[in-house]
């Protein structure tokens, strides 16, 4: 994982275009998803759309994943891998985790959703995860800390009783995947890295209605699961940090 550092002009440049390019998949993803689809046919969709847009998909081959998309369903948190036997049904919560390469620098998003009607309990999970991130996100400028968000993402989510996982975590992303330094979603106001304008990072609220925790499911060895099996939701965007503010690039 290599050092966190400011991206060049140029590389911002080309990282707004691909973050819209990532906005625009992902929307298209969301608006194909019925009740009855595999998750499999769902990756078509999306790799299709990257080859149409000439951009690669960032986790096809990632370490040996399969899929141009994590798809997580219901208990899945992160990293599903799509499958033909994998349907999506009416009242189920949907998450979608991508990422694509432009010209050698990559952009990642998250975004959960539910199928037709869904509970009141995931509902608010869903929105209340998407709202964390605004909540940290709103403390970041050029130095600021990384627990500074860490703590508005916790506090603001620790009232609600939800599990914030712990195991995984935001990252710097530009030139690599997953690029220093780790930002996880809960900590101390004033503590761990001081971020900088210029710089780019992966922020994203991982959150179940239980359990911390979470295992590798044995069936796939990708698709990771809270050991209470309760609900998760994830949002995530690529931001670039400013001087004032920060600035989402995985946006329309």
């Excluded at 990422?99 to 929105?127: C, H, M, N, P, T």
Aim: proline residues 4%; aromatic residues 8%.
């Amino acid at each position: 994982m290599s050092q966190p550092r400011p991206k060049t002009e140029d590389q911002i440049r080309t990282m707004r275009t691909g973050g819209k390019i990532l906005a625009e998949g992902l929307l298209m993803m969301e608006e194909k998803i019925t009740p009855g689809i595999s998750t499999a046919e769902v990756d078509v969709y999306i790799r299709e759309f990257f080859d149409s847009k000439g951009v690669i998909p960032a986790f096809l081959g990632y370490y040996g994943f399969t899929g141009a998309v994590c798809i997580s369903v219901n208990e899945e948190l992160i990293h599903g891998v799509p499958k033909e036997d994998t349907i999506i049904a009416e009242g189920d919560i949907v998450s979608l985790d991508c990422g694509l390469i432009l010209d050698g620098l990559y952009l990642d998003s998250a975004r959960s959703f539910g199928v037709g009607e869904i509970s009141e309990d995931a509902r608010l999970l869903v929105e209340r995860t998407k709202k964390s991130f605004f909540k940290g996100v709103s403390v970041l400028r050029d130095g600021a800390m990384t627990g500074d968000y860490g703590y508005a993402v916790e506090s603001y989510l620790s009232q609600f009783g939800y599990g914030i996982v712990r195991d995984y975590a935001g990252h710097g992303i530009g030139t690599e995947l997953h690029e220093a330094p780790n930002i996880p979603n809960y900590g101390a106001k004033g503590t761990g890295v001081q971020l900088q304008a210029g710089m780019t990072i992966a922020l994203e609220p991982m959150v179940t209605l239980g359990a911390e925790e979470g295992y590798v499911d044995e069936s796939d060895d990708w698709t990771v699961i809270p050991v209470d099996h309760s609900l998760a939701a994830h949002y995530e965007h690529t931001i670039l940090i400013t001087k004032k503010g920060v600035e989402l690039l995985t946006q329309l």
